[in-house]
């Protein structure tokens, strides 16, 4: 295994493109950008555009706790002879917001945008540039405009950060007070200020730490790829000072789950402790999620079996309490059953005391049906500490026209303390209220959408209506045995001839909302990024009112 983790690193080395120099100051960025703010009696809506794509979203704290976007846009002009540009917006959701341009000197091979705390609360972080082998710094300078020098902060050829935005279930950066720990090969590495290291900008930054994740080799057609677990932020807050982080779960001999919990922070050993859960039988995880319930830490897995494979098959949930295990054979699951969920259904697993009894409840969210819109979510009810119902209250919602990659369920989006949904399709964002009462689990949500916020048209569009979104045109695959390899079913070819709803080219988004609270009044908003039409960066942020008459 050592062997293959130094081979891959070699590779990294040899294959990373050149990232140039340290920008020189701020230049304004290129292309006109636009930006809507709209309040009604469904909430409020801030609608940005800009030439190009999106390349990463962040959300940088303010002192008065609010948090502004930053938007990184790769532009896609003279892309063919390598003369691509980046630049960085940053957003603040208030009335007649505008895009505050703040960098048009970004180099062009930048990945992500990192938003850094600052340590103290009462000024803003640092931002950090991710590119290939390289982490690049912009101080806030003394009125918080970003207009310093671009400055090399770390230079490490395992250095390599994808990711378009953040994402709370796999962060793909983790900050701990005065250290960035960042996943590589085969490892975490902790990043720190040099206090004994400085250039004429201010003080480097260093490794000072790594930590050994496992990794295993997986082959995939003729394509070795070395694969370690996914890391997850811990439900549970650390101790002040320090990170505490998840590696899982990793899946050993298809029966033995394996957790590894990290406690870390820039000035002292890491502490490190395992958790073993043993399946029942023979399995393959599907899905997970780590879950504070009880007062404690769990890991509910769904799963399929390893030996045999029924494509309308139900999936196989389990959930184990986080717990040492020196013997390493693993700890039976407290909950063991067979799920409603069909193997190709995607599912959203969470927790949330839904009948207001002081325990946390497991909820699954997921699509329903192969051709039909029809949303689920079972609820498992809990009866007592570290117990659950083995029969789940459904709460069922009839949708139409509905992107299946887009769902949320679990958020406070209207300021009554009840979990909301929200849903993309029909060419909107839908919110669906929670429902207070729900004591077998079911009916956990308003019958009807009670907030709406249409997509449906480019809020910049300059075209006439009747060109038919690209976003109804829909697909349905099942891959059995890896991707291209299945069979697929086409349920966008009638949508497209509804009377009535074609539209000017639909938002198309990269991925699930991002729920973050953006003017610091304690409800969340939904941010959302992607593409509005051929050539141009879209990004949503909405806040929905509360719902009057939810029972």
């Not at 399995?283 to 045999?308: F, N, P």
């Not at 407290?334 to 005391?353: C, G, K, P, Y």
């Not at 369920?409 to 993309?424: F, I, K, M, P, Q």
Request: glycine content about 8%.
């Amino acid at each position: 295994m050592n062997l293959l983790v130094c081979i891959a690193t070699v590779l990294m080395v040899l294959v990373l493109p050149a990232a140039g120099n340290p920008a020189e100051p701020a230049a304004a960025p290129a292309g006109k950008a636009e930006v809507r703010w709209r309040q009604d009696q469904q909430g409020r809506r801030l609608d940005f555009a800009a030439p190009g794509s999106v390349a990463s979203v962040a959300f940088l704290r303010r002192p008065d706790g609010a948090r502004d976007v930053l938007v990184l846009i790769r532009s896609a002009a003279d892309e063919s002879v390598g003369n691509a540009q980046a630049a960085l917006y940053r957003l603040a959701f208030v009335p007649d917001a505008s895009a505050e341009p703040l960098r048009g000197d970004v180099p062009a091979a930048t990945r992500s945008v990192l938003a850094l705390s600052a340590p103290a609360a009462n000024r803003l972080g640092m931002l950090a540039l991710a590119l290939p082998g390289k982490l690049l710094g912009i101080e806030p300078g003394p009125e918080g405009r970003y207009a310093e020098p671009i400055r090399m902060l770390v230079a490490d050829s395992e250095l390599d950060l994808r990711s378009m935005g953040p994402d709370p279930q796999r962060p793909e950066y983790l900050e701990a007070p005065a250290a960035l720990w960042i996943p590589l090969i085969g490892k975490l590495r902790a990043y720190a200020v040099d206090a004994g290291a400085r250039d004429a900008a201010g003080p480097l930054w260093r490794a000072v730490a790594d930590v050994g994740a496992p990794v295993q080799p997986h082959l995939e057609d003729s394509l070795l790829e070395l694969v370690g677990p996914p890391i997850n932020a811990l439900p549970e807050p650390a101790a002040e000072g320090r990170v505490r982080l998840l590696l899982g779960p990793d899946l050993v001999g298809h029966r033995r789950v394996r957790t590894v919990t990290l406690e870390l922070s820039a000035d002292q050993a890491p502490a490190s402790e395992t958790s073993w859960g043993q399946l029942p039988s023979r399995q393959e995880i599907l899905e997970h999620a780590y879950l504070a319930m009880h007062g404690a830490s769990y890991l509910a897995v769904l799963t399929r079996s390893a030996d045999k494979l029924s494509l309308f098959g139900e999936k196989l949930l389990q959930v184990f309490r986080l717990q040492a295990d020196r013997t390493r054979q693993g700890l039976p699951p407290v909950m063991s059953l067979e799920s409603r969920i069909n193997l190709w259904q995607d599912t959203w697993i969470s927790a949330h005391d839904v009948n207001e009894d002081g325990l946390e409840d497991l909820i699954l969210a997921y699509w329903k049906g192969l051709t039909k819109d029809h949303l689920a979510i079972d609820t498992y009810v809990a009866t007592a500490v570290g117990q659950w119902r083995q029969r789940p209250g459904t709460t069922a919602i009839a949708l139409s026209e509905m992107d299946r990659s887009v769902l949320l369920y679990g958020s406070d989006l209207d300021g009554d303390r009840l979990a909301d949904l929200s849903v993309v399709g029909n060419d909107a964002v839908l919110v669906f209220s929670g429902r207070r009462g729900a004591r077998n689990g079911g009916d956990l949500l308003a019958d009807s959408a009670c907030r709406t916020f249409s997509i449906g048209h480019d809020p910049f569009a300059t075209t006439k209506p009747g060109a038919t979104s690209p976003r109804r045109r829909r697909q349905i695959s099942i891959a059995i045995g890896g991707p291209g390899r299945g069979a697929s079913v086409d349920t966008g070819a009638a949508a497209d001839k509804v009377a009535g709803r074609d539209s000017p080219w639909a938002p198309v988004f990269a991925r699930n909302p991002w729920p973050v609270d953006l003017d610091g009044d304690g409800r969340l908003e939904l941010v959302m990024a992607g593409t509005s039409r051929p050539g141009e960066a879209y990004l949503l942020a909405v806040s929905p009112s509360p719902c009057a008459g939810t029972p």
